[in-house]
């Protein structure tokens, strides 16, 4: 059975950190490029970041950009995004995704999401 299961959303300050992490059952997480997106109230959804199988690059959205870090561990088959100085602006939904190829990192190329976990930043 497949799964994919966030955790580490939540409440945060201004200038605060979250980690979020994803853990994949089911299905190797090595055999795919991992993303991370989001989606803010009434906007659509965007990439945040993403590693790509073939090479090991990894791309970032240009809002997560020097602030945000992304990494994987295959032997535990669980992604992880590290949120640094959070912004109002980052207050979203957050989905991990795997796309199985070694290199497209789009919406449309992902076959596994995550549920969704929210982040809040809030004064």
Not at 27 to 51: H, M, N, T
Not at 63 to 89: H, P, V, W
Request: with cysteine; charged share 20%.
């Amino acid at each position: 059975q497949v799964q994919f299961v966030e955790s580490g959303g939540g409440s945060v300050q201004p200038g605060g950190s979250l980690r979020l992490s994803c853990a994949a059952s089911g299905f190797d997480l090595g055999d795919y490029s991992i993303g991370w997106f989001r989606q803010a109230p009434g906007k659509e959804r965007e990439k945040v970041s993403c590693i790509h199988r073939d090479d090991g690059t990894i791309e970032f959205g240009p809002s997560a950009k020097g602030r945000f870090t992304t990494s994987r561990d295959n032997a535990k088959n669980i992604m992880y995004l590290q949120m640094n100085d959070l912004e109002l602006e980052d207050t979203a939904t957050y989905y991990c995704a795997a796309a199985p190829s070694g290199y497209e990192c789009y919406e449309l190329a992902m076959h596994y999401w995550g549920e969704g976990t929210l982040v809040t930043v809030s004064p």
